[in-house]
């Protein structure tokens, strides 16, 4: 079993769906959670960044975490075309030389016009 | 600010050749520092991550090693690249293992 699982997708919506973006994890030593943004041929760019259960908005994103389920989620509202990239879901957990950071497989999200 | 810079952008190697891939950080110390590489596709497989000088932690068994010579430059090497190495390298860097941040990645072919 993955650490990390995400649905591939790809997820087509139109412009201005709320897209619902999902990972779910076992392990249960994961203490940060992050979703980043990643279009064709660049580096991902960090998009939310959380700790603790509930959620965080930051203008039309929305970052959940359910750490009983060991689910997280993206919501994403009014979705724009430019919103059209992979998002990826990321965790951390310590190890013995510090921490280390878990991705799932990405989701690719289009948003057509 | 921080900054990160990783280079080259793209890369075309013959299959046999040596690899070296460079990463340097600006801005902060003692960072967390990782190499991960991206397969057409897929997701990011983590392939080492430091953090200190001279400190590597492998995650996968491989050709690639990496080495840590200042607390801000982080290296990937090969000495014999094969057709599977190809893909899409990115390095990241992190302070007390919190959200990472990404260069912008070396694309790799081994032809």
């Known amino acids: 079993q993955k650490e990390v699982e995400q649905d591939p997708g790809p997820l087509s919506v139109p412009e201005g769906a709320i897209v619902s973006l999902n990972c779910t994890y076992s392990n249960s030593a994961f203490q940060y959670f992050m979703w980043y943004r990643q279009y064709s041929r660049k580096g991902p760019e960090l998009l939310m960044y959380?700790?603790?259960?509930g959620n965080k908005e930051d203008g039309r994103f929305t970052a959940q975490v359910d750490k009983s389920s060991k689910y997280i989620s993206l919501f994403i509202r009014d979705s724009q075309p430019s919103d059209s990239a992979t998002y990826l879901c990321?965790?951390?957990?310590?190890?013995?030389?510090?921490?280390?950071?878990?991705f799932g497989a990405g989701t690719i999200l289009r948003v057509k016009s | 600010s921080q900054t990160i810079h990783q280079w080259p952008a793209t890369l075309v190697q013959p299959v046999g050749s040596p690899l070296s891939l460079e990463c340097t950080v600006e801005?902060?110390?003692?960072?967390?520092l990782y190499w991960y590489r991206q397969a057409a596709g897929r997701g990011l497989q983590l392939l080492f991550y430091?953090?200190?000088?001279?400190?590597i932690s492998s995650e996968v068994p491989q050709n690639l090693s990496a080495s840590r010579p200042q607390d801000r430059q982080f290296i990937l090497s090969s000495k014999k690249l094969l057709l599977s190495d190809s893909g899409f390298y990115l390095c990241?860097?992190?302070?007390?293992?919190?959200?990472?941040?990404f260069g912008q990645g070396t694309r790799l072919t081994v032809v």
């Open positions: 959380t700790y603790s259960s």
């Open positions: 990241a860097w992190s302070v007390m293992g919190s959200e990472a941040f």
């Open positions: 990321a965790m951390s957990v310590w190890v013995e030389y510090g921490n280390k950071l878990v």
């Open positions: 430091s953090v200190g000088i001279g400190q």
């Open positions: 801005g902060t110390s003692n960072p967390n």
